[in-house]
T-cell receptor, first 116, second 111 residues
Framework: GAVVSQHPSRVICKSGTSVKIECRSL??????MFWYRQFPKQSLMLMAT?????????EQGVEKDKFLINHASLTLSTLTVTSAHPEDSSFYIC????????????FGPGTRLTVL | SQQGEEDPQALSIQEGENATMNCSYK?????LQWYRQNSGRGLVHLIL?????REKHSGRLRVTLDTSKKSSSLLITASRAADTASYFC???????????FGKGTRLSVIA
C-alpha cells in the first residue's frame, strides 16, 4: 500500500526556536496533504490543508504565521512551527491522498514535538 | 470542527469478550472509517465503510453504518490483550477532503 513518511519522528526543542516537520508520500504523488495535531489523550484535529503549488488553507483558530506550511512538490509538504512554546508540544500527523475521489488517506507515523 | 462522537469514552473488558464501540456524526458523509492508535503511536487504518453500505466485516471486526441515524458501530469479537488501544471513527464529506475524527474510545482488554 501507499506509504507516507514523516521526519523527524521525535523532536525536543527550546522555547522560541523553530521546528520543521517533513511529510513525504513515498510511492505516489499527493496533490493534497493534511496536517493534524493531537494533544495527549485527545483526538486528532485538522490544522490545515496543504495544496501543492498554492497556499495552505488553515482551520479556524490555527495561526498561519505560526504554523508555516509549504507544499513545494507533489511528494513533500513541510510544517514549520515558528517560535515554538510549550503549549505547542503535541503529536503532529500528516496524511495524503493522490487527489480526485480516492477514498483512502494515508497517514504518516506522526512527529512528537516537545518544547521545553 | 469535530463532528464525531464515540461512546463509550473508555471500555474495559476481559480477554475473549466482545467489544462494541459506537460513533455518531452530524452531517452527510461520503465514507466512515475506523482507526486504531496505540499509545503515542500513529494511526492504523482498520476498515472503511461507504455511505451506501450498511455492514462490513474484516477478520474479527464488524462495522455497521446507519445513515438515517448518522451512527456507526465497531464490534471486535473475541478480544485479545493486543487489541488494547484507542479507537477513532473518522468521516469525510467527499474524496480528497480532510477526515473529521471522533473523540475516540480507549479500549483496555485485560488478560
Amino acid at each position: 500500500g501507499a506509504v507516507v513518511s514523516q521526519h523527524p519522528s521525535r523532536v525536543i526543542c527550546k522555547s522560541g526556536t523553530s521546528v520543521k516537520i517533513e511529510c513525504r508520500s513515498l510511492d505516489f504523488q499527493a496533490t493534497t496533504m493534511f496536517w493534524y495535531r493531537q494533544f495527549p489523550k485527545q483526538s486528532l484535529m485538522l490544522m490545515a490543508t496543504s495544496n501543492e503549488g498554492s497556499k495552505a488553507t488553515y482551520e479556524q483558530g490555527v495561526e498561519k504565521d505560526k504554523f508555516l506550511i509549504n507544499h513545494a512538490s507533489l511528494t513533500l509538504s513541510t510544517l514549520t512551527v515558528t517560535s515554538a512554546h510549550p503549549e505547542d508540544s503535541s503529536f503532529y500527523i500528516c496524511s495524503a491522498n493522490s487527489g480526485g475521489w480516492t477514498d483512502t488517506q494515508y497517514f504518516g507515523p506522526g512527529t512528537r514535538l516537545t518544547v521545553l | 470542527s469535530q463532528q464525531g462522537e464515540e461512546d463509550p469514552q473508555a471500555l474495559s473488558i476481559q480477554e475473549g469478550e466482545n467489544a462494541t464501540m459506537n460513533c455518531s456524526y452530524k452531517t452527510s458523509i461520503n465514507n466512515l472509517q475506523w482507526y486504531r492508535q496505540n499509545s503515542g503511536r500513529g494511526l492504523v487504518h482498520l476498515i472503511l465503510i461507504r455511505s451506501n453500505e450498511r455492514e462490513k466485516h474484516s477478520g474479527r471486526l464488524r462495522v455497521t453504518l446507519d445513515t438515517s441515524k448518522k451512527s456507526s458501530s465497531l464490534l471486535i469479537t473475541a478480544s485479545r490483550a493486543a487489541d488494547t488501544a484507542s479507537y477513532f471513527c473518522a468521516t469525510d464529506a467527499a474524496g480528497n477532503t480532510p477526515l473529521v475524527f471522533g473523540k475516540g474510545t480507549r479500549l483496555s482488554v485485560i488478560a
